[in-house]
T-cell receptor, first 110, second 113 residues
Framework: KQEVTQIPAALSVPEGENLVLNCSFTDSAIYNLQWFRQDPGKGLTSLLLIQSSQREQTSGRLNASLDKSSGRSTLYIAASQPGDSATYLCAVSGNTPLVFGKGTRLSVIA | DAGITQSPRYKITETGRQVTLMCHQTWSHSYMFWYRQDLGHGLRLIYYSAAADITDKGEVPDGYVVSRSKTENFPLTLESATRSQTSVYFC????????????FGPGTRLTVL
């Protein structure tokens, strides 16, 4: 059974800092990995999708990498801003539909 | 409005009552999903549908019923609500299933007393 773990569960950083969020998964037979953002009381918004054949994807200040063989992904956020404060979730798809991690709650302090 | 909508946004009901949560999407996406989100458990898949009249169980289907007579609608019914079904429910859709980005609705916060 696929399990997805995100560490740390919560993170607080000062504005302007570069930061890395981590995601690990137990079964490397995945189709893709997705990173989502969730604001309090809201639904999820897709940030980046990395296909299993890809190593990374970039969107603006966000860069996600995937190392399928080691079962790891990282989300790099450059020059963090208070507006980046949210919960970030990763999810993997494979032989079963999307399996989510429990998320990392990020606070960027002005 | 284009997108994916859920109704109601908030619902309070009593144990044993039947409750239906509605989900509507305007993209004509083939796939639709229902998740519940609980503290300590994260997001868990309840049911999903690959097309009209095709549904399949997810990780936590017990106590729930779904139907999909039209591509754009995917209602979730709690036949006899229990307190353990108190949760936030999210509907999502995607064009080609897990190979594609999923788009989420705003959620329904359900409280079962």
């Amino acid at each position: 059974k696929q399990e997805v773990t995100q560490i740390p569960a919560a993170l607080s950083v000062p504005e302007g800092e570069n930061l890395v969020l981590n995601c690990s998964f137990t079964d490397s037979a995945i189709y893709n990995l997705q990173w989502f953002r969730q604001d309090p009381g809201k639904g999820l918004t897709s940030l980046l999708l990395i296909q299993s054949s890809q190593r990374e994807q970039t969107s603006g200040r966000l860069n996600a990498s995937l190392d399928k063989s080691s079962g790891r992904s990282t989300l790099y956020i450059a020059a963090s801003q208070p507006g980046d404060s949210a919960t970030y979730l990763c999810a993997v798809s494979g032989n079963t539909p999307l399996v989510f991690g429990k998320g990392t709650r990020l606070s960027v302090i002005a | 409005d284009a997108g994916i909508t859920q109704s109601p946004r908030y619902k309070i009901t009593e144990t044993g009552r039947q409750v239906t949560l509605m989900c509507h999407q305007t993209w004509s996406h083939s796939y639709m999903f229902w998740y519940r989100q609980d503290l300590g458990h994260g997001l868990r898949l309840i049911y999903y549908s690959a097309a009209a009249d095709i549904t399949d169980k997810g990780e936590v289907p017990d106590g729930y019923v779904v139907s999909r007579s039209k591509t754009e609608n995917f209602p979730l019914t709690l036949e006899s609500a229990t307190r353990s079904q108190t949760s936030v429910y999210f509907c999502a859709s995607s064009n080609t299933g897990d190979a594609d980005t999923q788009y989420f609705g705003p959620g329904t916060r359900l409280t079962v007393l």
